[in-house]
């Protein structure tokens, strides 16, 4: 065959270009067994308009079970949407009529749970009382509450109890909130009592500061304990984070431990540290006389744990730590005013007999 020229045909033999047309007008009567058991052609079928269009279905908002079929009638759940977003709350809205939950599209007087994600207890309290005046007189308030109820209950299959941390109510109203007070930039001018307002927020505040120092985090064993020092040195209890405005030493971390004691009353990340074993092992080999953040980590690292299990290997210890070991107990105890005051006059008896006159001062925290 030369280059350029077209095919040549055999004698007799069809062309399969001149074979297309007759396929595609084969192609385009495709027939189909109808439900009368004959065979139409399509472009007859749609002629005749027998084939309607096929629409899509719409998916709705999820149905709210009514009372009577809910396994919980008491329970009455609203899932507030500001911050959760509209696809979260219909997958959680699903989620809870599956488990036999009651989930109720509007807010309204039978709401007995109110559940929001994200949101502050200042900014629960507002959208309450903007929601008040469509609930009738008498007719008490919902709880506010946090989405780890909400995920707590799917998980247990029931409601579980509401407790403190659940619920996003502020103890103040805003309106009665202390306005924030003025303090001295370092510790060494500001007095700071030994019985203070503030000793649930500073003593938490001090834990996450010495679990710092344990891990040899000292930019954060410091951060905390400055916070914790302020804290102990205000003229009146905290009770809202906006009293902490313009005082210093209050970082972001240290705020939001304060928030959430002042909120729930306990702090998840705090909680989780003094029930770890590495802060009680730590704490517990540093309270030995001679023994240090180094050592006690080593012997964390060994696997050592107890004093007993310290004084099964006598031969690693010094000498000092020996006597604090032995003397464990009594050097942790803390000691009375009245053993105080006796050790006091002998000391100045003998002080007496080498310098007449000379006069003996209590130091340390019972002078403070």
Known sequence: MGRGLPPREEPGATSLFSR?????????????????GFSVSRGAEARAGMLPRRRRARVG?????????????????????????????????????SKGFRVLDAYSPEVTHVVMEG?????????????????PPGCSHPALLDVSWFTESMAAGQPVPVERRHRLEVAV??????????????????????????ASLSEALETLAEAADFDG????????????????????????????????HFGEHSRRVIQELLEH?????????????????????????GVGVRTADQWYQEGLRTLDDLREQPQRLTKQQKAGLQHYQDLSALI?????????????????QVLPGATVTLAGGFRR
Do not use: D
């Open 20 to 36: 297309l047309p007759p396929l595609a007008s084969a192609f385009r009567r495709l027939s189909f067994c109808s439900p009368a």
């Open 61 to 97: 908002p999820p149905e709210a079970a009514p009372s009577s079929a809910a396994r919980f009638p008491g329970v009455a759940i609203y899932l507030a949407e500001p911050r959760m977003g509209r696809s979260r709350r219909a997958f959680l809205t699903r989620l809870a009529l």
């Open 119 to 135: 949101t502050s207890a200042e900014e629960a309290i507002s959208w309450q009382e903007h929601r008040t005046p469509s609930l």
């Open 173 to 198: 109203p805003r309106e009665e909130l202390p306005s924030p007070v003025w303090m001295l930039p370092y510790a060494c001018q500001r007095p700071t009592p030994l019985t203070h307002h503030n």
């Open 217 to 248: 985090s000292k930019g954060r064993h410091v951060s905390f304990c400055r916070a914790a020092s302020v804290l102990k040195a205000l003229p009146s209890p905290v009770t809202a984070l906006s009293q902490l405005q313009g005082l210093p």
């Open 265 to 289: 009353g306990v702090c998840e990340e705090v909680e989780r540290v003094r029930l770890s074993e590495r802060y009680q092992t730590m704490k517990l080999f540093t309270q030995i006389f």
């Open 336 to 352: 009375l005013r009245s053993e105080v005051e006796a050790l006091q006059q002998v000391v100045e008896a003998a002080v007496g």
